[in-house]
């Protein structure tokens, strides 16, 4: 098993989870990005202080990281020995999405620091739904790009929950 993992997936597939049970099984610390990036109040960290933040998780020996940002993306990339790409259909990603961010909004559970979602925040630019549409065709071309890639590190490319489930039983 690798030292170092990387989680990675469009917004809503479970990163955040996976990277948790990887850690349960394995030992490695797990770092969470969100706790890494934003402060209370939703208020993001500057983006040369993420990258520093990044910088000092990567130079350990040992871990795992949910995500992983374009702006620094390079940091875990030079250490990262194996990627846990979820590649679920958007039909599953975006309805977990969904289901957890109204969830939250309702219970208003802790997601990072302190930081809570409301539902105000629906239907706004601001709304982590948006995003996933944003994000999703480029975040799924790299992770297909990264395990057709030779030269890149480890991919191990789940596109089913049970094919998940059957990886991490096998940790």
């Known amino acids: 098993m690798a030292?170092?993992?990387?989680?990675?997936?469009v917004t809503g597939a479970g990163k955040s989870t996976m990277a948790?049970?990887?850690?349960?099984?394995?030992?490695?610390?797990?770092?969470?990005?969100?706790?890494l990036t934003w402060e209370p109040g939703w208020v993001e960290v500057a983006a040369e202080e993420q990258r520093r933040r990044i910088?000092?998780?990567?130079?350990?020996?040992?871990w795992v990281l949910d995500s992983a940002?374009?702006?620094?993306?390079?940091?875990?990339?030079?250490?990262?020995q194996l990627i846990v790409a979820l590649d679920y259909p958007r039909w599953l990603s975006l309805g977990r999405l969904v289901?957890?961010?109204?969830?939250?909004?309702?219970?208003?559970?802790?997601?990072?620091?302190?930081?809570?979602e409301s539902l105000g925040q629906m239907f706004?630019?601001?709304?982590i739904v948006w995003w996933h549409f944003k994000s999703f065709r480029r975040k799924r071309d790299r992770m297909r790009a990264w395990e057709a890639d030779p030269a890149a590190p480890a991919?191990?490319?789940?596109?089913?929950?049970?094919?998940?489930?059957r990886w991490?039983?096998?940790l």
């Open 3 to 9: 030292d170092r993992i990387l989680v990675y997936g």
């Open 20 to 35: 948790a049970r990887i850690a349960a099984r394995t030992g490695l610390p797990w770092h969470s990005v969100d706790d």
């Open 55 to 62: 910088a000092a998780v990567c130079e350990g020996e040992r």
């Open 69 to 80: 940002y374009g702006k620094w993306l390079d940091v875990p990339m030079a250490r990262v």
């Open 99 to 116: 289901r957890r961010t109204i969830a939250r909004a309702v219970d208003r559970r802790e997601v990072c620091n302190g930081n809570t």
């Open 124 to 127: 706004t630019r601001d709304w």
């Open 155 to 165: 991919v191990i490319r789940l596109t089913s929950v049970a094919q998940t489930r």
């Open 168 to 170: 991490l039983a096998g």
